[in-house]
């Protein structure tokens, strides 16, 4: 059992590229976010989804996309990369009845330069 | 505006002593409260949680306090093990009320135990 997958793992971007973070998961769950953490700081909420076709805004939404055309996949797409986009992202995923229990995935840690 | 704080950053403790992380929130909606374990270079990993309905939660050598008056809610690790040198996140939630189990989490204290 996998649980939550995120490639790549380390990335360099120059300033004005893009790029996707790939996120998949294989616990069959509903729920799915990204989160970001930039250091000495906690996790930030950048946008979740509660179902296939259905995703929100979380708390910094800007300079980000995101899709969720199955259930597994949550890919997040940075479209004209920014210094202020260096950050370790991380994608979770959870069942809604689960009281709030995420399950994250092991980060992709990027730099934009 | 930090919704959840934990203001310190770290913690050295001996091993086989006790170790108290604290956490504090300002959001009166928050209902649901948890703790994450976090090793370098992994994803945070569910340690413990507690329901706004309990002042306490107990689950093996960890247990968490909450004081929903004072809006403050702790972490002791006893006894603390070389293992458990990591870095702990405190999250908070609003519930089944919010879409999407959204968590906000605090900005981690850094434990190191010393053998």
């Known amino acids: 059992n996998a649980g939550v997958t995120q490639t790549p793992k380390f990335r360099i971007l120059k300033i004005g590229q893009s790029m996707t973070l790939q996120c998949t998961q294989d616990?069959?769950?509903?729920?799915m976010y990204w989160y970001r953490q930039d250091p000495g700081m906690g996790l930030k909420l950048i946008y979740y989804?509660?179902?296939?076709?259905?995703?929100d805004k979380g708390e910094v939404p800007n300079g980000y996309n995101v899709s969720r055309s199955t259930t597994e996949d949550f890919p997040l797409r940075l479209e004209l990369a920014a210094p202020s986009q260096t950050s370790v992202y991380f994608c979770?995923?959870?069942?809604?009845?689960?009281?709030?229990?995420?399950?994250f995935g092991s980060g992709t840690q990027l730099s934009v330069l | 505006d930090q919704q959840v704080k934990q203001n310190s950053p770290s913690l050295s403790v001996q091993e086989g002593r006790i170790s108290i992380l604290n956490c504090d929130y300002t959001?009166?909606?928050?209902?649901?409260f948890l703790w994450y374990k976090k090793y370098p270079a992994e994803g945070p990993t569910f340690l413990i949680s507690?329901?706004?309905?309990?002042d306490k939660n107990e689950d093996g050598r960890f247990t968490v306090f909450l004081n929903k008056s004072a809006k403050h809610l702790s972490l002791h690790i006893v006894p603390s093990q070389p293992g458990d040198s990591a870095v702990y996140f405190c999250?908070?939630?609003?519930?089944?009320?919010?879409?999407?189990?959204?968590?906000?989490f605090g900005g981690g204290t850094r434990v190191l135990v010393k053998p």
């Open positions: 507690i329901s706004s309905i309990k």
């Open positions: 959001n009166s909606m928050f209902d649901y």
């Open positions: 979770a995923s959870s069942y809604p009845e689960t009281n709030e229990k995420l399950f």
């Open positions: 999250a908070a939630s609003e519930g089944p009320k919010a879409a999407g189990n959204k968590l906000t």
């Open positions: 616990m069959n769950h509903n729920y």
């Open positions: 989804s509660v179902g296939a076709g259905i995703t």
